[in-house]
């Protein structure tokens, strides 16, 4: 057994929220009224539905999808079809590693209901109260087509419309507004910064302002041409190639946008990272993608350089400029098409009665990541949604026999809404019965985290013991498929917390947070701050100049300037002593 070590080093770092964070979509554009309007997440459905609704499910885990729905068989064999044709599609557009992939199924409600008003009727009446009790002068409508996820579970909510199962596809899974739709989530967006290990932020911002200009048909996807600033400056360009255009050095494109810039630098730079990615792509009958992408897998880990850009391109990031700077004029009158010869075909899949399980942990889990949403957005209606996620909870025990899946669903609500002692039991429970996710292990983790640091007597650690059993579901949760960036948070801040001295091993496990999410400051943080404490100074300052590296706030950067100037003042010492 490793002896406890003694601290010399008194810095603070504060765990993070419980809560789990959650991406809220964009709905449709805001309505030009003079008061406040909240676009919420809807119920599912009136509770009093539940035995006149047939409920269907399909499950296609080649593209780890899910359907939940409502529609007949055929609409619902249609959508899960033209899914799994556009999701090939896309794939097309850019290699599947560089998008993010989950331990959980990209589930989706689809749901009967032609003109909205069985959902807004009984979603509206349940929130009015509380929206009159607040005595907030505010509208409300619900969005008729949202995803939510809460970092690991992804749920895309929507009604049928009369709309073709294509069209529908193609707008829940691109974020197309047509057909009466109002689905305007980056879908793009949303796999490409999830992904692990971090993207690049330029690449990120650059193949999302590609995604911007494409439209996606059954067997192809049409590039448009770029929006050079504005459609006027577009056409100046169009007509005479030779008009002056300010680009950036490609030294300063790829390099860490901070969040301090001005939103005229921030939009420059994302012009310039999407005219950049697309000439890679497309430019010389797509001469340069495979050096593009080459490019990327080695940015990700030893950053962007001019010898490996000139390894990758066959030029410097000067002669890059220039040729980026002659293709502007091109990118803003042509566009481009990619048609495979050939997809994949859809695999063999059943529509079949969903299992009372199957209807209730949809409705669950959807009900889960409504209140999150409120609880982040709109506080005044947490109370309500919460109220119906419960009421959502309690009749799913009713409807099911003792379901660990519902059990694990229920007791991540409690966690989400801050009940860590009645969210504890629920998850050992139920992952006593079925294995856990990621977010179930953390929540198990940072529960009894929470729980033994509320205990804990003035200026004590945890023990041993209390460390090995936080450390132990930490673990469990760091093993799933997708890395979360809150496990190696608390990670980080378990070790410095610990009577328990990390070993090289443990430190090493720590680090593998900062491969993974460079731009989180307090991994590096917690990584510095260990190495330090452990006398390993050379090392600590090695993380601390990565942390400035990657560091995107002027918080995180004088965090790390503060902690720099210590470890060579402490080095100093060191070599006069």
């Not at 504060?14 to 964009?26: D, H, Y």
């Not at 419960?390 to 991540?412: C, K, V, Y």
């Not at 992952?431 to 640091?453: E, L």
């Amino acid at each position: 057994m490793r002896p406890p070590r003694h601290r010399h080093w008194q810095i603070l770092l504060l765990l993070p929220a419980l809560g789990m964070r959650l991406a809220l979509a964009q709905s449709e554009p805001p309505s030009s009224t003079d008061e406040p309007v909240l676009s919420l997440p809807p119920f599912v459905v009136d509770h009093d539905d539940r035995r006149t609704r047939t409920w269907r499910f399909v499950s296609l885990p080649e593209v780890d999808f899910e359907l939940l729905t409502d529609v007949d068989s055929q609409q619902a064999r249609d959508f899960a079809s033209n899914y799994f044709r556009q999701e090939q599609l896309l794939n097309q557009l850019i290699p599947e590693r560089f998008l993010w992939r989950s331990d959980q199924p990209k589930r989706h409600l689809l749901i009967a209901d032609p003109g909205g008003s069985a959902i807004r009727d009984s979603t509206m009446n349940a929130l009015f109260g509380n929206i009159k009790n607040s005595g907030k002068k505010t509208g409300m409508r619900l969005m008729p087509n949202i995803r939510l996820d809460d970092g690991e579970t992804s749920m895309v909510y929507a009604y049928s419309r009369q709309q073709t199962p294509d069209a529908l596809v193609r707008l829940t899974l691109y974020g197309r507004s047509e057909i009466n739709f109002s689905f305007l989530t980056n879908r793009i967006r949303f796999l490409l910064a999830r992904r692990t290990p971090a993207l690049p932020h330029w690449f990120v911002e650059g193949l999302s302002g590609v995604y911007d200009t494409s439209e996606f048909s059954q067997d192809d996807i049409e590039i448009g041409p770029v929006l050079w600033i504005s459609g006027s400056e577009a056409d100046a360009l169009r007509r005479n190639s030779n008009r002056p255009r300010q680009l950036l050095p490609l030294s300063r494109l790829f390099s860490t946008l901070t969040t301090d810039q001005s939103v005229a630098s921030r939009e420059a730079w994302i012009r310039q990272c999407t005219l950049f990615v697309r000439w890679a792509m497309f430019a010389e009958e797509g001469r340069y993608r495979d050096a593009l992408w080459k490019f990327v897998d080695g940015t990700v880990t030893g950053g962007a350089s001019d010898s490996f850009f000139r390894e990758c391109f066959g030029f410097s990031f000067a002669d890059g400029r220039d040729i980026l700077s002659d293709y502007l004029a091109t990118a803003t009158n042509d566009d481009h098409r990619i048609a495979p010869r050939r997809l994949p075909r859809t695999p063999r899949f059943q529509v079949r009665r969903a299992t009372p399980e199957e209807i209730w942990f949809g409705r669950l889990e959807w009900s889960r990541l409504a209140f999150i949403c409120a609880d982040q957005h709109f506080p005044e209606l947490r109370d309500a949604y919460l109220k119906n996620a419960r009421n959502t909870g309690r009749l799913a025990q009713q409807e099911t026999t003792d379901s660990a899946r519902i059990q694990l669903s229920l007791g991540l609500l409690e966690f989400n809404a801050k009940n860590l002692k009645t969210a504890l039991p629920l998850l050992e429970q139920a992952t006593a019965r079925v294995p856990g996710s990621a977010s179930v292990y953390y929540a198990i983790a940072a529960c009894r985290y929470q729980a033994a640091h509320a205990a804990l007597p003035a200026d004590t650690k945890f023990s041993i013991d209390q460390t090995g059993e936080i450390l132990a579901n930490l673990d469990l949760a760091r093993r799933q498929r997708m890395p979360m960036a809150r496990v190696y948070t608390l990670l980080g801040n378990l070790w410095l917390n610990s009577e328990l001295t990390p070993s090289a091993s443990d430190l090493e496990e720590l680090s593998e947070g900062i491969d993974l999410f460079p731009s989180v400051a307090r991994i590096s943080l917690s990584v510095a701050l260990l190495h330090a404490e452990l006398g390993q100074i050379d090392r600590a300052l090695e993380v601390v100049y990565i942390g400035l590296q990657n560091s995107r706030s002027q918080q995180d950067i004088a965090q790390f300037y503060r902690l720099e100037e210590t470890l060579l003042d402490q080095l100093a010492l060191l070599s006069d002593g």
